[in-house]
């Protein structure tokens, strides 16, 4: 069952109160910390990108540094993002029009905005998740699979998948679902999530998910974006690795193995990045100022100033 994670006070009312569950593992994957129901079947959506990128790497991706991590990404469709997932479908003889991701604008402000005054429609290259689709996509070319049924879930690319989400979580995959970007979501439970990231980021990482959590340390903002919670927590916090996921999921691996995984039942990122930076100061014990400025910053605003909060209860 979930628990009351966060409040929402205005003028010193709560208003709101936003509900889930997290955990935290030790290096060994083991529960050293949990609230809520961290075993329960749900769909870590783009949390999963490092394990999906692992099964590529493994299928003979050859992506390497700030390429690697966008195939992570859950990208702001900024220009340096762009050109990134373009480099991937050149290596893989293919274009934008290969992706079966919607045609969609960036999620950052700045860059959706000169494309509307440029006069750009909405493309699949600028959905958040075409670096994945690229990815994928190249991985298809090199196995000399078909390229137009990757998102399937009969595909192999996508049985590979399953089977790297499996091995890294320790838990079966039990509904495999239809995520926003159009390929499979396969589902874990947040125990399972936490023991993944947790494993990426550790010294118990093997070679392709060191390769992996390296080029996510390297070049944070290819993952998220250059103003995005997940790319200043990377950059504050030497050896973490960390990626949010739709619906109020966020995973976070420190380079001591310790690892943090959540939901936020309603989906609500200003409860997810709030509750998340909770756990890491007042658990894991982490000192940083990143974590310190993005709990001063969740406020509530009333007339353009502060009045209230987003009050983590963890």
């Keep these: 069952m979930s628990v009351p994670l966060a409040h929402v006070i205005r003028s010193g009312l709560i208003e709101g109160v936003h509900y889930g569950s997290a955990v935290v593992v030790d290096?060994?994957?083991?529960?050293?910390?949990?609230?809520?129901?961290?075993?329960?079947?749900?769909f870590p959506r783009s949390a999963n990108k490092f394990m999906q990128t692992l099964a590529m790497v493994q299928l003979g991706l050859p992506l390497h540094d700030e390429l690697l991590a966008v195939a992570c990404a859950s990208h702001s469709g900024e220009e340096f993002q762009i050109a990134s997932v373009r480099q991937i479908l050149v290596q893989a003889g293919l274009?934008?029009?290969?992706?079966?991701?919607?045609?969609?604008?960036?999620?950052?402000?700045?860059?959706?905005?000169?494309?509307?005054i440029?006069?750009?429609n909405k493309s699949p290259i600028y959905m958040n998740c075409s670096g994945k689709h690229a990815a994928m996509l190249l991985t298809c070319v090199l196995n000399k699979w078909d390229t137009d049924s990757y998102c399937s879930p009969d595909h192999p690319l996508q049985h590979a998948c399953k089977q790297a989400i499996e091995k890294c979580t320790g838990v079966p995959v039990e509904v495999v679902g239809v995520d926003g970007c159009g390929a499979p979501t396969m589902s874990s439970t947040l125990l399972g999530l936490a023991r993944s990231v947790g494993q990426f980021a550790g010294p118990a990482a093997t070679d392709d998910q060191r390769i992996i959590a390296n080029a996510v340390r390297l070049y944070p903002e290819y993952v998220a974006g250059?103003?995005?919670?997940?790319?200043?927590?990377?950059?504050?916090?030497?050896?973490?690795?960390?990626?949010?996921?739709?619906?109020?999921?966020?995973?976070?691996?420190?380079?001591?193995?310790?690892?943090?995984?959540?939901?936020?039942?309603?989906?609500?990122?200003?409860?997810?990045?709030?509750?998340?930076?909770?756990?890491?100061?007042?658990?894991?014990?982490?000192?940083?100022?990143?974590?310190?400025?993005?709990?001063?910053?969740?406020?509530?605003?009333?007339?353009?100033?502060?009045?209230?909060?987003?009050?983590?209860?963890?």
Excluded: H
Aim: glycine letters at 12%.
């Design 226 to 314: 250059t103003w995005r919670d997940a790319t200043k927590l990377m950059q504050g916090l030497p050896g973490a690795i960390a990626k949010d996921g739709a619906e109020g999921v966020y995973a976070i691996g420190l380079g001591d193995g310790r690892a943090l995984a959540l939901k936020i039942d309603d989906g609500a990122e200003r409860a997810r990045i709030t509750v998340a930076m909770s756990i890491l100061r007042n658990v894991l014990g982490v000192v940083s100022q990143e974590v310190d400025r993005t709990l001063e910053r969740k406020v509530v605003l009333g007339g353009g100033v502060p009045v209230g909060k987003i009050e983590s209860l963890v």
């Design 95 to 116: 274009t934008s029009q290969s992706l079966k991701c919607p045609a969609d604008f960036p999620l950052d402000e700045s860059a959706r905005n000169d494309l509307v």
């Design 27 to 42: 290096v060994a994957g083991e529960i050293i910390w949990s609230v809520g129901d961290v075993k329960k079947t749900m």
């Design 118 to 120: 440029q006069g750009v």
